[in-house]
């Protein structure tokens, strides 16, 4: 399995949030596209969904927290244009959508989302 898919295995697999993890999805090749959806659960039947899909020269990701409805999401597809952190933006569970600190840095930005949900499901009790 690809490097990167391996460290964020690790990083899921031993973070105190997440119970389990599972890949759902996952195609490489070798012209260097790489396409990825894993699926973590959470405490109260919440889960994560990640899926990145890098080419070469591009990098799309999601990250969503839901339980049968979404919650929280964190992506980069360009439906955002005034936001000034376009492409990447955020939706709360309420569906509003705003500015993210999300860069495309995948290892870095999966430390922020586990963080913000550690916080967003603390909030909720």
């Given amino acids: ?7 964020i295995l690790e990083m899921l697999e031993t973070h105190a949030l997440v119970k389990s993890t599972r890949v759902v999805n996952y195609d490489e090749t070798p012209s260097g596209k790489l396409e990825v959806k894993i699926r973590c659960d959470l405490p109260k039947s919440h889960q994560l969904q990640i899926w990145i899909h890098t080419e070469p020269e591009s990098l ?6 839901f339980t049968t409805v979404p919650l929280l999401r964190w992506d980069n ?3 955002y244009e005034h936001l000034s952190t376009a492409p990447h933006h955020f939706h709360d569970e309420h569906g509003k959508v705003y ?3 999300l860069t495309g840095n995948i290892k870095r930005d999966l430390r922020m989302v586990l963080n913000e949900i550690a916080e967003w499901m ?3 009790d």
Avoid: F, G, I, R
């Avoid at 399995?1 to 460290?7: D, F, G, I």
């Avoid at 799309?60 to 927290?65: F, G, K, M, S």
């Fill in 1 to 7: 399995m690809n490097t990167l898919v391996n460290e």
């Fill in 60 to 65: 799309d990701y999601a990250y969503q927290l």
């Fill in 77 to 79: 597809a360009p439906h």
């Fill in 99 to 101: 500015e993210s600190p």
């Fill in 122 to 124: 603390k909030a909720q």
